[in-house]
Structures are given as structure tokens and as C-alpha cells.
């Protein structure tokens, strides 16, 4: 039986001071494998790589991108393969600078091609196009370092694995702009007040894992972070993000080289990231892989929807998961079910898992909530289950989702790294009770009928 123990420690030569649970599948540790039996806990493993560095160490990124003017002609060789947007083209053009600085630049009319204004970031351009761009001044916003106790996996003088709790968001935004694990960051690092940019804080980019807020700070004084950490330009570490509600593993960069790497990996999809979550219903097929675009739903800005065919009407991106069912639930109602993700898009386990029609438990937003978790549940639970099932089901509060491992190649060393931390406690509560009423544990060794099976 699946079950958490207290624990403590790490493995694979890497000291780490921290605690953990141990979520046992009853058979060998670290990461799933195709069997019906999984072991959770804090470990992490190291396997050497080949490592080289291309980037040109000389050439520093301009520290602040203000009043920065770009006048040129698009090229005709940009543009023979493929549509190429007015946001990415400039990027392009001005070394180093955000794609949401550029983006920010378009919408407030401080781009022109061939001498009309342009302020759609989409915008098409053409060969022999001539674009004139001001970069516009940065909207600032404060973040003050805050004593927030953070669950730290790993760290060395280059990065930081955090296990995030759920309800913490990771940076902030206007009208949230404290209790974020960047506060947390600034006091663990030493470091002061840093201003950020608003349109970096809230920008939509192409991938969630590649939306960085741009930060700036006059000084830096965490042991580890290179000098560069103080240039204006800089973000305290975030690379990659995790929604509010999501427990789980984070990788947070102290210095530029390190955040450019770890950023290549995720943008050329070679971080190993699995996910574990609780669903209401069971998937059927019990493993495969979903390729459906995600975008913004039109009816909720809140909310992201899985688009299938035509996506004229829905700016939509490509989005796979792979994903499998470890364990049935309560007699069906309800399934844990490991995701791999080959994109990153946002809330993209959420749109895909509702797409499948088993909205993740606790998830409001996209149908799990608690009135259809406890239809689910009721007819397959005994008279004495519940009082205790509805006590448990009406504190859920969040979706039930964990980043459960975290693997990529060391910026530095270029060792390549794995770290797997189990899931929270409210995860385990439900877990637990679900199990009362049913559990069916699946051999995926005996069930590759279909040709995306992991």
C-alpha cells in the first residue's frame, strides 16, 4: 500500500539538509518506472555529461533597454519559410532584451512599420517592411525581502531547488506583491528591494516555463551570486513558474549564466518534469498522449481550454502531454495519474486533463469541483465513509497536482541532476480516503495497446 513515513536525507553524493515523506509504491525509488509499484521521496541523482558553453562571454546584455531605438528593414530571407511576428523580429534585432519588454513597447504605439503605428504584438511583418521601434520606459513595481520559510531541496553557489507550497505565488504582480517566493528569495539571498517591471510580471509568453519577470536591483550581497546579479536588467532566479495552487519542485538561478542555461533547456523542452495529480473520473484510455493546442478561453480570462481543430477564433499553441494511470480510485470515481510534459504552456495539465474529461480534484476552475467530486464518490462509498469523505472533500482548496520530479544538466558542472520531492500532506489526506473505498494499482507492462503508451 501506498503510504507516506517520515523521513529525512538524500542520496547520490549531494548534501542536502531537508525534510521529507516517503510515498511508497512498494518497489525501487526515485522515478516511475512501467510498473504497477512506485516509491516517492526527497532523493536526488546525479549522472555526468558532456557540457560546453557557446555563448560568447564577452557580450553583455544593456542593463536597461529605456529609449532604446531600432530603425531597419526586415530582411527577405526572415520571412521566405515562415510568418514572422513584429514582437519576434525585433527581439531579434536588440540583443538580450525581453520578449515581453518588446511586447510592451508595441502595445503602447512606440512601433511603426513603414510609418504607420502598429500595437498588435502578432503583427505579421514582410520583407522590405521598414520597422522604427522605441523601447518605452519600464512601469516599476517594489519587492521587499521577506522572511518566508522556504522547503529547500538543493542548493549550490548557482541555484536553488525549492519545493514551492501550495497557495504561494511565485512572483509578484500588482495587487500581489508580497508572500511570493521571489520575497523569499530576496531575504535567503541577502539581497534589497528589487523593482520589476509590471509588463514582465504579467505578461502571457509563448511558455509558461519561459515567462520571466524582468527585475532590477542596485545591489547584491547573497554569497554565490555573481556580480551580474546587480545589473538592472536582472530577475531574482525565476525561470520557470508553477501555478498558485501547484505543489512542487522549482529551480531558481543565482546567477545569469545559470539562468540562460537552465532557460535554453526549458525552451528547447530537455527539462524532465513529471507530475502526479488526483483526478475526478478515470482517463480512458488509462495512458496515452494528448496533442491538443491550449489557448485563452474567450468565455474566461481565467481559464485556459484544450482547442480542437480550426483555432482561428482562439489564439491557441501547441501543447502534448503524455500521461498514465499509476492507480484506480475508489472504484473508478477517481485515478492518480502520472504527466509528462513534452510542452509547458499554462495550466496545461489542467486544460488537457478536462479535455480527457477527468477535471483534476479541488480544480474549480476547470470542473473538478467539490459538488461533482462528491456525485463521483457517493454511490461507491459505504453509509459509514460519509460524514468522513465529505469532511475531507469540502477542504480541498486547491487542484490536486505536485510536481513530483525535477531533472536537468547542471549550468556549470554540466552534470545532469534529478530531484524528486512526494506530495503534500492534503494530497495524502485524499489519497488515503479514496483508497478506503477502492484502489486497483495498473501494470502498464501488460497494457501497451496503444502506440503513446510511455
Known sequence: ??????????????????????FHFRTS????????NYNFRYSITRATSTFSDKSNSNEQPKSNYSGVQLQDTVDGGTTKSAKLRLDSWISSRINGISRARVQSSIKAGLVHVNGRVVDKVSFNVRAGDEIKCTIAELQQLRAVP??????????????????????????????????????????????PNVEFSKEGALSDTEDSDDELSGFSSQES??????????????RPGIVHRLDKGTSGLLVV?????????LSEQFKLRTINRVYVSLTAGLPTPVAGRVEVPVGRDPNNRLRMTAVVGAVNSVKARHAASRYKVIEIL?????????????????HQIRAHAKYLGVPLLGDEV???????????????????????????????????????????????????????CEPPVDFN??????????????SHSKVKLLKGVL
Open 1 to 22: 500500500m501506498l503510504s507516506f513515513n517520515p523521513s529525512c536525507g538524500c542520496c547520490c553524493g549531494i548534501s542536502t539538509a531537508t525534510k521529507a515523506f516517503q
Open 29 to 36: 525509488p526515485f522515478f516511475f518506472t512501467p510498473t504497477n
Open 146 to 191: 521577506e522572511n518566508i520559510p522556504l522547503d529547500i531541496v538543493y542548493e549550490d553557489d548557482h541555484l536553488l531547488v525549492i519545493n514551492k507550497p501550495a497557495h504561494m505565488v511565485v512572483h509578484p504582480a500588482p495587487g500581489n506583491t508580497s508572500g511570493t517566493l521571489v520575497n523569499g528569495i530576496l531575504h535567503h539571498c541577502n539581497l
Open 221 to 234: 550581497s547573497c554569497d554565490g551570486l555573481d556580480s551580474t546579479f546587480s545589473m538592472a536588467s536582472i
Open 253 to 261: 538561478a543565482k546567477d545569469e549564466h545559470s539562468h540562460m542555461k
Open 330 to 346: 475508489a472504484g473508478g470515481s477517481c485515478a492518480l495519474v502520472e504527466w509528462k510534459l513534452e510542452t509547458g504552456r499554462t
Open 366 to 420: 476547470y470542473g473538478g469541483t467539490k459538488s461533482m467530486v462528491l456525485s463521483l464518490l457517493r454511490p461507491r462509498t459505504t453509509a459509514s465513509l460519509h460524514s468522513e469523505m465529505f469532511k475531507v472533500v469540502s477542504e480541498l482548496d486547491r487542484p490536486c497536482l505536485h510536481a513530483l520530479t525535477l531533472g536537468f544538466q547542471h549550468p556549470h558542472t554540466g552534470e545532469q541532476v534529478h530531484f524528486s
Open 429 to 442: 489526506e485524499i489519497l488515503s480516503q479514496l483508497r478506503r473505498i477502492g484502489s486497483e494499482k495498473i
